[in-house]
């Protein structure tokens, strides 16, 4: 009985190339973007799964409560960890690790920045990584260090690294005493080499001892079953009765969020690429739909030459059921010929998209999940595409077929237009929906962020650059490319600093928290910063203790003219001696926070130069790499761009942009393939009414209007229903801004205008050769 089904099923396949390419084709599009939406979705969903205690990890957070805001923080004094575990027998293991660093290894003539962490505690214990060399004893000396596999190849070739030195900063010699796989891509903790912590130098013994400065990361592994909201109240109470710590409330913060929910507001999360990964889950069903509902559409429109068939057939004594499972059969035969197109153009374009989304996605024909994965799109498709051809064709009454009465198409008339109707309700929310996209990015990136990007280069700070800095930026100036040089805490494209505000006369009685920053000369001429009131650090002898806030910080303080007042922060009394332009460090879709300027020349890790608008970027370059190699020989000459670092901070919105624009317009051409397609045949069973109207004088315009006429009244319903669908969904997507755009009709009548001139272009492409054919040759038969 298979055998029969496949046989007849295959014969109509060739019997109707245009029908069966047409399938195909859209078929094949959308499995092929269905395919590398799953892998992509598969790959952010998997994000540290190859942790054996995945179930039972999480990292120590904080929400502090200040009066401007609940900020949830992920850093945590040094000695939490080995008191938690010591206080809470359910904590099988607790371990403590720097924020992520940089340092600067020599071996032999090369020197090499790479990124790493510091660790304590039993750190290969609870994370599982995987050994090339060595085992999990390999941190017990502080000197010693592990590597990466890609990290140990750098700096020994093919050679053994194991007891190998590398000299790091120029001062400590570290041992390799083991090397590690590389981290997967998806995984949350990403680095080169990791070090112990040396609980004998004596900073790290008074951070020991310290249980107010929070600057580290605390992980735990906890036993199975532990009621871990005990555990948070534990963890509170420990904190407060070791500190005066009155507003910060600990919790734990499980592994199988830290990549998909990290995004918390007032301390609540509220999400994260969560978002995303259901979105684009949204769109790879809905770009499979769209072919599905194609292959519905034209199955049906061609019913008319399926009739006599199915008279034929249950004359000579088919059932319904036997005449359903044969559609079925040829439905599930073009879903799996379109599968394997797909298999092939997935291998092909796959490099391109791993580029295009930083990923190392493949396709591994050899995993089970990926064949019951490729079976359940071939059922679904099958199913879903052939369920109604199949229902509505076998339902035909043989004699009303055999006798000629039977009127094809007409049942199926207004299910083909709520399809269509859909698609084109599909393409109008995805066209708009990709444009709002890309004008909320524009918007933000069109924000004053209170400074100028433009030519302000980086650079990396050592000992030696802060003993020579006077030196280094006077050779700098001298150049004649540099126009100004100042050194900051951190980069004026990241926030390092974050505290309680300092105390003043009359403050109220309310927490703050403020962004702290500290600078040296020059800072608001070399970053091009504004100053509202008052001036800058200029002139002030290098002792002084003087301050600036920022407009933020003049608002949420509730202070009109704060030029010359004193605030004590710490043990320090400081004179504010200005008031600057709100500057965007962090996330640029949000409000600047409060941010408090210390002058603190001593306390600063970056300097930044502002290059002369004239100036050969190349020769500029060249000038400060020989000067820094100079004064600063132990350390690579390395830099960065202001504008290019604060262009990373769109990195997740335009991959989604992009990604979005790309399965957005192949999601419309699949409809317009299938437009094509359903013009064709109703051409095709009107092309002797075309003739006829022909003959009696229609002009080709008027047939045009004719054919179109139908299509445009379902462009202008789907119009009507995917407005207000598509209004509520992306304003809901754009609450998550605080600095968003607002959604204007008119985008709605642009985009309603390019559907409605996308269709008269695709209908009138098809209906313009029977228009323009000889009515002799569509009557002549009649």
Not at 124 to 147: C, E, H, Q, Y
Not at 329 to 345: H, K, L, R, T
Not at 703 to 731: D, G, H, Q
């Amino acid at each position: 009985m298979f055998k029969n089904y496949f046989k007849i099923a295959w014969r109509n396949l060739f019997r109707n190339k245009g029908f069966s390419i047409t399938n195909i084709l859209g078929l094949t599009i959308g499995i092929t973007c269905t395919i590398f939406i799953f892998l992509w979705v598969q790959d952010e969903r998997t994000y540290d799964r190859f942790q054996k205690n995945y179930d039972n990890i999480y990292q120590v957070m904080a929400n502090r409560d200040f009066k401007n805001s609940i900020m949830t923080d992920p850093n945590m004094v040094l000695p939490l960890a080995s008191s938690l575990e010591k206080a809470y027998p359910q904590i099988k293991n607790a371990v403590v690790t720097t924020q992520g660093e940089s340092d600067i290894f020599e071996y032999h003539d090369s020197k090499l920045k790479k990124d790493g962490l510091t660790v304590g505690g039993n750190f290969f214990d609870m994370f599982s990584w995987k050994f090339i060399k060595g085992n999990a004893t390999a941190l017990r000396d502080p000197s010693s260090i592990v590597l990466t596999e890609s990290a140990a190849k750098t700096f020994f070739g093919n050679e053994d690294p194991i007891n190998k030195v590398l000299k790091m900063n120029n001062e400590n010699d570290m041992k390799v005493t083991a090397v590690l796989e590389d981290p997967p891509g998806n995984s949350s903790l990403q680095f080169d080499f990791i070090k112990p912590f040396n609980y004998s130098d004596p900073d790290v013994k008074r951070s020991m001892n310290e249980w107010t400065n929070s600057s580290w990361r605390v992980y735990l592994q906890v036993v199975q079953g532990t009621n871990m909201t005990t555990l948070d109240k534990n963890i509170t109470a420990l904190k407060r009765q070791r500190s005066d710590d009155k507003i910060s409330t600990y919790f734990t913060f499980p592994m199988s969020k830290w990549r998909l929910y990290s995004d918390f507001k007032d301390g609540k999360n509220i999400g994260g690429m969560i978002e995303y990964v259901r979105l684009f889950t949204i769109i790879a069903i809905i770009i499979l739909l769209i072919a599905c509902v194609n292959f519905m559409n034209l199955s049906t429109a061609r019913s008319e030459k399926r009739a006599k068939e199915v008279g034929v057939r249950k004359t000579l004594g088919s059932n319904k059921k036997q005449l359903i499972l044969q559609f079925f059969f040829e439905s599930m035969i073009i879903a799996s010929i379109a599968f394997i197109f797909s298999v092939f153009g997935v291998y092909l374009l796959l490099p391109s998209f791993n580029s295009l989304v930083s990923k190392h996605l493949i396709l591994d024909l050899t995993q089970s999940y990926i064949w019951i994965g490729g079976f359940g799109i071939i059922l679904f498709t099958g199913i879903v595409a052939g369920s109604y051809p199949a229902l509505y064709l076998s339902s035909f009454n043989p004699i009303k077929v055999l006798k000629g009465t039977f009127l094809a198409g007409r049942k199926a008339v207004l299910p083909r237009r709520i399809l269509v109707v859909a698609q084109f309700v599909i393409s109008i929310l995805l066209i708009s929906a990709t444009i709002i996209i890309y004008q909320q990015i524009q918007h933000v990136k069109n924000r004053d962020i209170g400074y100028n990007a433009d030519n302000l280069v980086m650079i990396p700070s050592s000992p030696d650059v802060q003993k020579k800095y006077a030196v280094i930026k006077n050779e700098l100036l001298k150049t004649g490319m540099v126009s100004a040089v100042t050194r900051t805490f951190s980069p004026i494209t990241q926030v390092w600093w974050k505290a309680p505000a300092p105390h003043w006369e009359g403050e109220p009685d309310v927490n703050i928290i403020v962004t702290g920053f500290s600078t040296g000369l020059d800072f608001t001429k070399t970053i091009g910063v504004k100053m509202l009131q008052g001036k800058d650090f200029s002139g002030l002898p290098s002792d002084s203790s003087a301050m600036m806030l920022n407009k933020a910080a003049l608002d949420v303080m509730g202070l009109k003219n704060p030029i010359g007042m004193q605030m004590r922060y710490g043990k320090e009394t400081y004179t504010i001696t200005g008031v600057t332009a709100n500057v965007v460090m962090e996330s640029p879709y949000k409000p600047v926070e409060p941010m408090i300027i210390f002058y603190q020349p001593d306390n600063t890790n970056i300097v930044s130069i502002r290059l002369n608008h004239s100036a050969n970027l190349q020769k500029a370059l060249k000038s400060m790499e020989t000067i820094f190699k100079t004064y600063n020989p132990s350390v690579p000459f390395d830099y960065q761009f202001a504008d290019k670092e604060f262009g990373k901070k769109f990195i997740t919105e335009e991959l989604i942009s992009k990604l979005t624009n790309i399965f957005a317009g192949l999601a419309i051409f699949i409809c317009c393939i299938g437009l094509a397609g359903l013009a064709s045949f109703t051409i095709e069973k009107r092309i002797r009414e075309i003739g006829i109207r022909k003959v009696l004088g229609s002009s080709v315009q008027q047939i045009l209007l004719l054919i179109s006429k139908e299509f445009l009244r379902l462009v202008s319903i789907a119009f009507i229903i995917a407005v207000p669908l598509t209004w509520w969904a992306m304003n809901s997507w754009l609450q998550k801004y605080e600095y968003r755009i607002h959604i204007s009709i008119w985008l709605f009548v642009v985009v309603g205008f390019l559907i409605l001139l996308l269709t008269l272009t695709v209908v009138s492409l098809n209906t313009l050769r029977a228009a323009r054919a000889n009515p002799v040759k569509s009557l002549r038969t009649e």
